[in-house]
């Protein structure tokens, strides 16, 4: 069983940064995929950016250039660099982890976090 912690998450002006961070606990997340999925009022959940426990990564193509993702597995921790933000990226991100991955589809995941509001505001 593994539990994930968004944070990092809130309201920052058309142009800014923030860094997420989903922290983990339980056994063997190391060897997880580690995604990050965002979902807006009103849309669908969508894929954001996902890391293969070996470190390769997948971008979504409307963040590709803009969003990094990282992971620390001494600290079981992966991370969302996120520049050059607009108003469109203002949704709820979701952490989520599984053995299957990585992949876009929510499906490839067994483990989601509560998610973490940002706000980016024009």
């Known amino acids: 069983q593994v539990q994930l912690v968004e944070s990092g998450g809130g309201l920052v002006q058309a142009g800014g940064s923030l860094r997420l961070s989903c922290a983990a606990s339980?056994?063997?997340?190391?060897?997880?995929?580690v995604a990050w999925f965002r979902q807006a009022p009103g849309k669908e959940r969508e894929f954001v950016a996902a890391i293969s426990w070996s470190g390769g990564r997948a971008f979504a193509d409307s963040v590709k250039g803009r969003f990094t993702i990282s992971r620390d597995n001494a600290k079981n921790t992966v991370y969302l660099q996120m520049n050059s933000l607009r108003p469109e990226d203002t949704a709820v991100y979701y952490c989520a982890a599984g053995s299957r991955g990585p992949g876009v589809g929510a499906h490839f995941y067994d483990y989601w976090g509560q998610g973490t509001q940002v706000t980016v505001s024009s």
């Open positions: 339980g056994r063997s997340f190391s060897l997880y995929a």
